[in-house]
């Protein structure tokens, strides 16, 4: 079935040391999301790609840094998580981010900082 | 600014119907939708709207009123497995995704 995969379900790190989430598709989408969720709150957008194209959200800190080497991956850099950056990451797609266009999600990674 | 709003939690009774509000001022409209959020995991995607009026799909019905920036969703002969966050995203004219904290359904047996 296609699908969205991110590894690893669940990432434990240590304060400042540098992680990457990482999150495949076979949907062959144009766009792919990368999102912080905290408890009880809303997903926030940290940046996505159309194609190519990165687009970085105006509040997303240096910190967070995205890579896209080809149409099926992407990955999710943090440089030096702080204890704030513990959340879940949500991975999406969307054919072409438009009107009805839904997204796509993966199961998401659970980021732990110690 | 942009903002949706949604009850924090609701309380419903298996076999029963609840109705899930959403509002919501955006810089324009290009549709919204509902998603639906077990804890722990993704979000999976239950409905879109961009007309006015219901949309239904089995259990779940999904209502929207763009003059009054304003939309429910309406769950049906409620089951266990319902409970889970119910989340309400607004398209806007940037084509953003603007979305909404959830509201938290508990079923209660």
């Known amino acids: 079935d296609a699908m969205v995969i991110q590894n690893p379900r669940y990432q434990v790190t240590q304060f400042g040391k540098p992680v990457t989430l990482s999150c495949s598709q076979t949907?062959?989408?144009?766009?792919m999301y990368w999102y912080q969720q905290k408890s009880s709150q809303a997903p926030k957008l940290l940046f996505h790609?159309?194609?190519?194209?990165?687009?970085n959200e105006a509040d997303t800190p240096d910190n967070f840094q995205s890579r896209r080497p080809n149409t099926s991956f992407c990955f999710l850099d943090i440089r030096s998580p702080g204890l704030g950056d513990a959340a879940m990451y949500l991975c999406?797609?969307?054919?072409?981010?438009?009107?009805?266009?839904?997204?796509?999600f993966g199961s998401g990674t659970q980021l732990s900082v110690l | 600014g942009q903002n949706i709003d949604q009850p924090t939690e609701m309380t419903a009774t298996e076999g029963a119907i609840v109705q899930i509000n959403c509002t919501y001022q955006?810089?324009?409209?290009?549709?919204l939708f509902w998603y639906q959020q077990h804890a722990g995991e993704a979000p999976t995607f239950l409905s879109y709207?961009?007309l006015d009026g219901l949309e239904e799909k089995g259990r779940f019905s999904s209502f929207l009123s763009r003059s009054k920036g304003y939309s429910y969703l309406l769950l049906k002969e409620l089951q266990m497995k319902d409970s889970a966050s119910y989340l309400c995203?607004?398209?806007?004219?940037?084509?953003?995704?603007?979305w909404g904290a959830g509201t938290k359904l508990i079923i209660k047996p």
């Open positions: 790609y159309y194609d190519k194209d990165f687009n």
């Open positions: 709207n961009v």
């Open positions: 955006t810089s324009g409209f290009n549709g």
């Open positions: 949907l062959n989408h144009n766009v």
């Open positions: 999406a797609t969307s054919r072409d981010g438009q009107g009805a266009e839904k997204l796509f």
């Open positions: 995203a607004v398209r806007d004219s940037n084509y953003q995704l603007i």
